[in-house]
C-alpha cells in the first residue's frame, strides 16, 4: 500500500503561481510512474501531467502545456506541479496518482484544492 499526501493547494489570482507536492511513503519510489489529475465541480476527473520512474519523460495534457511542469526527486519521494499563468478554468481539486511499473497498481492521494479567481 502507498500513501499519497497532496498539498500546495490554495487560492490565487488569475496569472499567478502554485506548487503543488505529492510525497509517497512507498520505499521503492522509484519504481513508480507519477501523476496529477484534476476533478472541478459537475465534471470527470481528467488528466493534467505526467512523469515516468526515472523523470526522463513528462506529459502534459494539452489544456497545461507550457504553463505546468510536473517534477520528481526520488530522494525525497516528492513529485511536484509547478502551475504558472494560472487561468479560472484550473480550478479543481488536484490529485495525486501513482503507478506502479509492474503490478500497474494505482494509488490516489486525498486531493488538494486549487482556486483561481478572475
Known amino acids: 500500500q502507498v500513501r499519497l499526501v497532496e498539498s500546495g493547494g490554495g487560492l490565487v489570482q488569475a496569472g499567478g503561481s502554485l506548487r503543488l507536492s505529492c510525497v509517497a511513503s512507498?520505499?521503492?519510489?522509484?519504481?513508480?510512474?507519477m501523476g496529477w489529475y484534476r476533478q472541478a465541480p459537475g465534471r470527470e476527473r481528467e488528466f493534467v501531467a505526467a512523469?515516468?520512474?526515472?523523470?526522463?519523460?513528462?506529459f502534459y495534457a494539452n489544456s497545461v502545456k507550457g504553463r505546468f511542469t510536473i517534477s520528481r526527486d526520488n530522494a525525497k519521494n516528492t513529485v511536484y506541479l509547478q502551475m504558472n499563468s494560472l487561468k479560472p478554468e484550473d480550478t479543481a481539486v488536484y490529485y495525486c496518482?501513482?503507478?506502479?511499473?509492474?503490478?500497474?497498481?494505482?494509488?490516489w492521494g486525498q486531493g488538494t484544492q486549487v482556486t483561481v479567481s478572475s
Open positions: 512507498a520505499h521503492t519510489f522509484s519504481l513508480y510512474n
Open positions: 512523469i515516468r520512474w526515472s523523470g526522463a519523460s513528462t
Open positions: 496518482n501513482a503507478n506502479h511499473l509492474s503490478t500497474r497498481n494505482d494509488y
